[in-house]
């Protein structure tokens, strides 16, 4: 009866013995991985972090195209108001003698006389067309300066909730848009049709797609500078492959060196100039392509630039 009793104490002593030890285990295990949530957040934070310095540092790049984009409209605006504030005087004299023959201030023979002299000296006829095409003006000249501002605004300040399903072809247009100045020396090309769905960030998807732009814009000139091309071409193509899409982004640039291909991603990373790029922009683009579950690769084509391609799934219906 001892030798069970002692059995018994032997085995509640190593029992007691594993269960204070799966304690400490799990204790341990639960602060790491309570500290690996910690880590996981703050690294959330400095992605988000990184994307927003990346978007402020391309609102700058887009800021001087902006404001050429807007006084252009402006210019034509500021001229329309010019010669609206000549033909002030004689609409004027018109309305006025409009009013005394309302009021009866004058008679039907003295108001049409009064409008026989003014004939004499005012191109009625020049004065209602010049009136119509200054109208037309000063609205499309207007529309084109609040079109641009929403751009900008969408993609600096996009709405609390972000997260929606959206064309690739509005993104695609969003960004060439913002990008108008810049690819005025370019041939864009967009081959895309409309109905393709993706889900995510809009505003993060755009500055993605602008990033990449802008790599294929500043190739493009550097092609054109060294004379290898005579004009900079960039054509996207979007296509479907079961359940993803597949953006390509293809130039006619300088292309890329074999050996720096598999670093152009990693972040500070540049082959331009000192002092010419961050060495973020496909970083960033790689980051926020993760985020919706997409990939990235890129290629030297076959005879000139590089093809960037993009694979990203499509809206679950």
């Known amino acids: 009866m001892q030798n069970y009793y002692k059995a018994y104490l032997r085995e509640k002593t190593a029992r007691d013995e594993l269960e204070t030890l ?127 501002i929403k751009n900008l605004l969408d993609f600096a300040k996009p709405k609390q909730s972000d997260e929606s399903d959206f064309e690739i072809i509005d993104v695609i247009e969003h960004a060439a848009k913002l990008l108008e100045n810049k690819l005025k020396q370019i041939s864009l090309e967009v081959s895309c049709g409309s109905g393709y769905l993706i889900s995510g960030s809009k505003s993060n998807i755009t500055q993605a797609f602008i990033n990449i732009f802008v790599n294929a814009i500043d190739a493009c000139q550097e092609a054109k500078e060294k004379t290898e091309i005579d004009r900079g071409t960039i054509h996207v193509s979007v296509s479907e492959s079961g359940d993803s899409y597949i953006i390509t982004f293809q130039d006619n640039g300088i292309g890329i060196p074999e050996d720096a291909i598999a670093h152009v991603f990693e972040p500070f990373y540049s082959t331009k100039p000192l002092g010419e790029g961050t060495g973020m922009g496909l970083a960033v683009v790689y980051g926020i392509l993760s985020n919706h579950r997409a990939t990235i690769s890129l290629a030297n084509n076959a005879k000139q630039g590089v093809s960037v391609t993009v694979v990203i799934p499509k809206t679950a219906q």
Do not use: F
């Not at 639960?30 to 310095?53: I, R």
């Not at 504030?85 to 049409?112: A, G, W």
């Open 22 to 148: 799966l304690e400490e285990k799990t204790s341990k295990l639960y602060a790491l991985n309570v500290e690996l949530e910690k880590k996981l957040t703050l690294l959330q934070q400095q992605q988000l972090a990184v994307v927003q310095s990346e978007k402020m540092a391309t609102l700058g790049t887009l800021s001087a195209g902006v404001a050429h984009e807007i006084n252009n409209p402006l210019a034509y605006l500021t001229c329309n108001l010019e010669t609206l504030s000549h033909y002030k005087d004689d609409i004027t004299q018109y309305l006025e003698l409009v009013v005394k023959h309302k009021n009866e201030s004058i008679s039907d023979s003295v108001l049409i006389e009064e409008l026989q002299k003014l004939n004499k000296t005012v191109d009625t006829e020049e004065l209602i067309q010049d009136l119509e095409d200054i109208s037309e003006d000063c609205q499309e000249g207007c529309s084109r300066i609040s079109s641009i």
